[in-house]
């Protein structure tokens, strides 16, 4: 095999179709990023659609792959399935989808207020729902494909302080493995990652005390990259996980054994 076939033969997203939530930074752009230079055709999406605008334009000069932005509040069922709509329409289907958008509320029990819980639920769980509804109909009709859903460690483990985001993110592996039950009849594998603590915005906005108490609970000594959780995300999306479903894969160095 010469080396630009083998170059191609490891593009393992080839003619696929992906749609990434929450795309505009941090693991979202990064695995954006990596399935497009996988050769999936991409849509990045968010609720920013300018910013999207340019980074579609990087993403698809960078990787040569279709990018495309898209519009798409995941907590809104009328702008899920309006750009749900638009992918059915400009690809007849759908092979990929990373359920990433997520925001993070820390506080005390006796101090979370309701508005705070209903928008952590919102995004982190309701968020996942509605994508997966729409998305499964547009899998099916193209003979399966495969959804990756990013839990947290905190969803697993739990954490003090951090009772609702945990709760949305246990949910979040409780809609995979329901899911991937449901759908597998489908040839739609459902799985998520879990990860630990990855360098993105999110976990800047910590206190610099607990981020660097996390960074000392990491075995291997280093908080994750976007990158790394984007690696495991490729590797649940494409054939190379075809027999893989129901699955949580921990992303988190080893904070977790
Ligand atoms: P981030 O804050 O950089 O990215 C989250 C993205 O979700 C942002 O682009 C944001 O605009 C988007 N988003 C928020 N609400 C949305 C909505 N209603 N509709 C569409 N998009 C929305 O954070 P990061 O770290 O990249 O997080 C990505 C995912 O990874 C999240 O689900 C997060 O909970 C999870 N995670 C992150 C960890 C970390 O240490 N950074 C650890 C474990 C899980």
């Keep these: ?4 076939e083998s170059a191609a033969s490891n593009r393992w997203l080839q003619g696929k179709v992906a749609l990434v939530t929450g795309a505009a930074r941090g693991i979202g752009l990064a695995s954006a990023r990596l399935l497009a230079g996988h050769g999936a055709t991409v849509y990045l999406s968010g609720r920013r659609l300018e910013l999207l605008e340019a ?3 990087e993403v698809s000069e960078q990787s040569g792959a279709v990018v495309r932005s898209l519009l798409l509040d ?9 750009a749900f709509g638009s992918i059915h329409r400009e690809n007849k289907g759908l092979d990929v989808l990373v359920n990433n958008a997520g925001v993070l509320k820390d506080a005390l029990i006796g101090m979370v207020g309701a508005e705070d819980m209903a928008t952590v639920f ?18 099916a009709r193209r003979g399966g494909g495969s959804i990756v859903n990013v839990s947290s460690i905190i969803g697993v483990t739990g954490n003090a302080g951090q009772a ?3 709760a949305s993110k246990s949910a979040v592996i409780g809609i995979t ?10 040839n739609i594998r459902v799985n998520a990652v879990a990860p630990g603590f990855i360098d993105t915005d999110m976990a800047r906005s910590l206190s610099p005390e607990k981020f660097q108490e996390r960074v000392d609970s990491i075995k291997m000594k280093r908080i994750g990259t976007a990158e790394d959780v984007a690696g495991v995300i490729l590797f649940l999306a494409s054939p190379l996980a075809e027999y893989v479903t129901g699955q949580t894969i921990g992303v988190d160095g080893g904070m977790l054994i």
């Design 74 to 82: 995941v907590t809104d069922p009328a702008s899920v399935s309006k």
């Design 55 to 57: 980074l579609a334009q």
């Design 122 to 139: 919102g995004v982190n769980t309701f968020g996942v729902l509605h994508c997966c509804q729409y998305a499964s109909r547009l899998m």
């Design 1 to 4: 095999m010469s080396g630009s």
């Design 177 to 186: 493995k329901s899911l991937a039950k449901e759908l597998a009849p489908q």
């Design 164 to 166: 609702v985001y945990a």
